[in-house]
């Protein structure tokens, strides 16, 4: 296809997209240009339902991610480099902000030449720039180890429409001679004279209640306020990815994240309403802070039964026999005397023991609360219970705020 005739697809037919095709323009699109030859990217090829679930809330449910035959994570990666370095006896020293600049160019570099070539083979392909937005989710459901950030998503199929071409800028508008030339008013007026006359963008501004369209994009699409939370949200998982160090934040502050999971966990125990069900919270504490959450339902036949007066205690995480992973909650009683109740992961509906593990991930990756709080209140589901229980998470979560940020209404818990 013509560069000139490209457009942005975001519906797509149920015809599969064949592995045969996708690796040869994997691999033709390995042809790009790469810092070194080290290739500083690596691919995750989502298909499965189940993970383009996981992946949707980071990119606000766009429907494309779980509709498209094929989802593509695209990730500035050291850590191969790293390993390979490590196993050579090299002493490898990527764990800076340089290192992830030249990975995350390596991996735009590969992002482009694959739509090309996949649009050439007549496939329709979206760029989802919100990749970058809410990386935590996107780290914690593909397992993400240090050293390696997504920086781009591509949802790909065979089209099912033929929309209209967005506009662009003029060649004035992107090419500076010789030197950078500054704008001018009248320099401005005409780079955007034709994209602000279109009869779209100006039932854009009309149904926004805006003036013109640059307010659309300041107060609406791309507000201070969101800019700077995701801002910061980069930022500390950039830190915690290790491509930032000691320092590399406002104030130096650096979360603290430990991939692998300790064999005992502190844990607060927090009742909630789930509708008209009395439900109850395990939160795993690590270093003061929530690490994981268990949850479900407060019943002595299928439910988790525990005495009112219990409101801290440990999830253990065990193994039985068969190497089968369990976690169990244990107790001090009034008496001294300790109870442990097993397999608190076998007491949960698999619906939300998925949506469970999806909230445990980002927090074992240290999002900051108030972020994974926004997370979970942006889920709408079509179930209201889930709903309902995604709202009582986030109450649980809230009790774990700062002072400075305890202006939310009171919560349900008994």
């Known amino acids: 296809m013509n560069i000139k005739q490209r457009r942005t697809i975001r519906k797509y037919t149920q015809q599969p997209v064949s592995d045969e095709l996708l690796n040869r323009l994997i691999e033709d699109a390995s042809r790009t240009q790469t810092m070194g030859n080290l290739q500083l990217y690596s691919v995750v090829v989502t298909r499965s339902a189940e993970m383009k679930e996981l992946l949707a809330p980071a990119h606000f449910f766009q429907p494309m991610v779980t509709q498209a035959p094929v989802v593509l994570t695209i990730c500035a990666d050291f850590r191969r480099t790293t390993d390979w370095c490590l196993q050579r006896e090299a002493s490898p020293g990527y764990d800076n902000a340089?290192?992830?600049?030249?990975?995350?160019?390596?991996?735009?570099?590969?992002?482009?030449?694959?739509?090309?070539?996949?649009?050439?083979?007549?496939?329709?392909?979206?760029?989802?720039?919100?990749?970058?937005?809410?990386?935590?989710?996107?780290?914690a459901a593909l397992h993400l180890p240090e050293l390696v950030f997504p920086v781009a998503t591509l949802t790909i199929g065979w089209p099912a429409?033929?929309?209209?071409q967005t506009d662009r800028l003029p060649l004035q508008a992107i090419i500076h001679k010789?030197?950078?030339?500054?704008?001018?008013?009248?320099?401005?007026?005409?780079?955007?004279?034709?994209?602000?006359?279109?009869?779209?963008?100006?039932?854009?501004?009309?149904?926004?209640?805006?003036?013109?369209?640059?307010?659309?994009?300041?107060?609406?699409?791309?507000t201070k306020k969101d800019n700077e939370a995701m801002s910061e949200g980069l930022l500390a998982t950039l830190a915690s990815q290790r491509f930032l160090k000691q320092g590399g934040l406002p104030g130096g502050i650096v979360p603290s994240v430990v991939e692998r999971r300790p064999e005992v966990l502190e844990?607060?125990?927090?009742?909630?309403?789930?509708?008209?069900?009395?439900?109850?919270?395990?939160?795993?504490?690590?270093?003061?802070?929530?690490?994981?959450?268990?949850?479900?339902?407060?019943?002595?036949?299928?439910?988790?039964?525990?005495?009112?007066?219990v409101s801290k205690g440990f999830i253990i995480k065990h193994y039985d026999r068969e190497g089968q992973k369990r976690y169990d909650f244990q107790f001090v009683n009034k008496r001294g005397y300790k109870t442990t109740i097993e397999g608190l992961s076998e007491r949960f509906n698999p619906e939300y023991w998925d949506y469970a593990k999806l909230i445990s991930g980002v927090l074992r990756y240290r999002m900051p609360i108030d972020h994974v709080?926004?997370?979970?209140?942006?889920?709408?589901?079509?179930?209201?219970?889930?709903n309902?229980?995604?709202?009582?998470?986030?109450?649980?979560?809230?009790?774990y705020l700062p002072d400075s940020q305890q202006t939310y209404e009171e919560d349900e818990s008994e």
């Open 267 to 309: 844990c607060d125990v927090v009742r909630f309403q789930n509708k008209k069900e009395k439900w109850v919270a395990f939160v795993g504490m690590l270093d003061g802070c929530p690490y994981e959450i268990f949850t479900g339902l407060q019943d002595d036949e299928e439910g988790i039964a525990i005495p009112k007066s």
């Open 178 to 222: 010789e030197t950078y030339a500054a704008f001018t008013p009248e320099r401005i007026d005409a780079c955007y004279k034709k994209r602000e006359s279109l009869a779209a963008n100006r039932h854009f501004v009309e149904v926004n209640d805006k003036q013109t369209l640059a307010q659309v994009f300041t107060d609406i699409r791309y």
């Open 98 to 139: 340089l290192s992830f600049l030249n990975a995350a160019t390596d991996a735009l570099l590969f992002t482009q030449t694959f739509c090309c070539l996949a649009e050439e083979e007549g496939l329709g392909v979206c760029f989802l720039g919100t990749t970058i937005y809410q990386p935590q989710t996107i780290i």
């Open 161 to 164: 429409e033929k929309p209209r």
């Open 373 to 386: 709080i926004s997370l979970i209140t942006s889920l709408q589901l079509e179930n209201d219970t889930i």
């Open 388 to 399: 309902s229980w995604t709202a009582g998470v986030a109450r649980v979560l809230k009790k």
